[in-house]
């Protein structure tokens, strides 16, 4: 029987907020994902790249995950999914962080393919390793595609359709941003059956044009609302509007990586909504400066989304 997979919708990979010592800032990450949630998203990935997972030990991984989830409970969100990813560079700990995701509150786990030697990681071992995992973990799977982060390993949709047919393999997140990929995919496999999610804001409209179930995207931790407005044009059928909206977002997708990533973020975020400090753990660097045409995009982009 094949195991449930994620509502379609917007899903956000939280910025993780750190002191200055690199110890977790616990009312800044509440904040975080409290204000997340009132802007309207389906989910929240935690320990997402963005959520600088690699720099995280197993109990500050597990951590993250339970306050996330006791946030969202406390403050009437109980049906804002959580997603955890929980890639690791053996299959015996991936094996043990999807488990620790269980008993912390998620309710998907989403996987990295293994990188430190690319060139062991043939077809045959890479589908040999998620299925692996999968049989092994107590909640539903997804597959995580991100180049950038594995070494420049990219599951084409052959790999990802056969990885589909697994019972508890229920989606895909493609940080690739390669429509054509994503569309090969939902032309297979529909969201009811695979959830196939776009990776980054910039083809957010166009991956739903294609048929994806949404997307887990970084700029949401800057502006959640205006991504569900898009969402919300779409689903009604004002294409013309919501490919507007999308534009604006395509835009602040690019000027977030050019300001500084996650630093900026963190950076932005405490300047315009209150709470935390753009502390990055090492070798990130924080972002305190911010100024230029991306930033001054970012902050328009912002503007809007207080408005609404």
């Known amino acids: 029987m094949k195991a449930a997979v994620p509502p379609p919708g917007v899903y956000v990979p939280a910025v993780l907020f750190f002191n200055e ?5 616990v009312p800044a990450i509440k904040s975080h994902v409290l204000r997340l949630a009132q802007g309207g998203v389906t989910g929240i990935v935690v320990q997402g790249s963005n959520g600088e997972a690699q720099h995280l030990s197993h109990d500050e991984r597990k951590e993250a995950i339970s306050l996330t989830r006791k946030t969202l409970d406390e403050n009437g969100f109980q049906k804002v999914v959580i997603i955890a990813g929980c890639g ?3 299959a015996r700990e991936t094996k043990k962080l999807c488990a620790d995701a269980k008993d912390a509150g998620a309710a998907f786990v989403l996987v990295l393919t293994p990188s430190v030697w690319p060139g062991d990681m043939t077809r045959e071992n890479i589908v040999r390793y998620h299925r692996d995992v999968a049989d092994h ?3 539903p799977y997804m597959v995580y595609n991100f180049p950038t982060v594995t070494a420049g390993i990219d599951l084409d949709s052959d790999i990802i359709l056969t990885l589909s047919d697994h019972p508890n393999i229920v989606g895909t997140k493609l ?6 990929k994503l569309h090969r995919i939902t032309s297979v496999k529909p969201p009811s059956e695979f959830c196939t999610l776009a990776g ?7 991956g ?3 048929g ?3 997307a887990i995207a970084a700029l949401p931790n800057l502006v959640p609302k205006l991504h569900m407005k898009m969402y919300a044009l ?5 294409i013309d509007e919501a490919m507007k909206l999308q534009a604006q977002l395509s835009q602040g997708d690019w000027a977030t990586k050019k300001a500084g990533g996650i630093g900026a973020m963190k950076s932005l975020i405490s300047k315009h909504f209150g709470y935390g400090e753009s502390h990055v753990r090492r070798p990130l660097m924080a972002v305190s400066q911010l100024s230029g045409p991306y930033v001054d995009k970012l902050e328009e982009l912002i503007a809007s989304e207080k408005a609404l």
Not at 21 to 25: I, L, M, Q, V
Not at 175 to 180: A, D, F, K, L, Y
Not at 200 to 206: K, N, P, R
Not at 234 to 238: D, T, V
């Open 21 to 25: 010592n690199e110890d977790f800032d």
């Open 175 to 180: 940080s690739c941003g390669n429509i054509g």
């Open 212 to 214: 994806s179930a949404g």
């Open 137 to 139: 973990s107590p909640l």
């Open 200 to 206: 980054v804001s910039e083809v957010l409209l166009q």
């Open 88 to 90: 690791a560079q053996s």
């Open 208 to 210: 739903l044009l294609s």
């Open 234 to 238: 779409y689903q009604a059928g004002k």
